[in-house]
């Protein structure tokens, strides 16, 4: 695991979940994410900074009221991110919009860790590589989630172009699976949905991914 971003003095944990392409499976991502951390014990926000309001929607289906989603802009992370520090919250969500740059390197800014999912085939490759050049800049960890390859020689070929682009690649893969979005659609996360599915170990791992970058802190 890459060293955490020891520049953050915040006490709050903060995650960015970018990708300058829509479509990459970051709301799955953060929304199921934050049901796993909530489960966990952890007081858990997610600040939603895409003007579609995606997370917000699945909050407003959702019947628990375990964790809070809030509407945000990129000019006021930082602010957001103190008042969950002073509110105890424990990790900080930040869903972000795709092609707004000013949103991605905001985002970048205030994470201690930058997860990026990305799904296999030539155009999301290349928008990883261009959202990496535009957070290069910005030092702190950044990692890749490999979504929904259809077949193990695309997901060997695109792990392996993940890596060639020199980020870490996280240790999970998510298979393409419906569980996912039958999941986000009746605001619910993938754990909850359908508890012993593949899906629902796949989202375990990467949670227990994030532990250890949290514990490391």
Not at 143 to 170: D, F, H, M, Q, Y
């Amino acid at each position: 695991m890459t060293a955490i971003n020891t520049d953050r003095r915040i006490d709050v944990y903060t995650l960015a979940i970018l990708n300058k392409k829509g479509g990459a499976g970051k709301t799955l991502v953060a929304t199921s994410l934050g049901v796993a951390a909530a489960d966990a014990g952890l007081k858990v926000a997610i600040a939603d900074l895409d003007p579609q309001a995606s997370a917000c929607a699945w909050a407003d289906v959702r019947e628990a009221d375990d964790l809070a989603v809030i509407s945000a802009v990129p000019n006021r992370l930082e602010k957001v991110q103190t008042q969950c520090a002073d509110a105890g919250i424990d990790l900080l969500i930040v869903d972000t919009a795709p092609s707004a740059d000013s949103g991605l390197l905001a985002a970048a800014r205030v994470a201690d860790l930058v997860l990026m999912p990305t799904r296999p085939g030539l155009g999301d490759l290349a928008a990883l590589r261009d959202t990496l050049e535009l957070i290069n800049t910005v030092k702190v960890p950044k990692a890749a989630l490999l979504n929904s390859p259809k077949t193990t020689a695309l997901r060997t070929e695109s792990s392996a172009a993940i890596v060639s682009l020199g980020v870490e690649l996280v240790p999970v893969v998510f298979g393409d699976r419906v569980a996912f979005q039958h999941a986000f659609t009746s605001g619910l996360g993938v754990s909850e949905y359908e508890p012993s599915g593949k899906a629902a170990g796949e989202l375990k791992r990467l949670w227990n991914w994030l532990s250890e970058s949290m514990e490391s802190r």
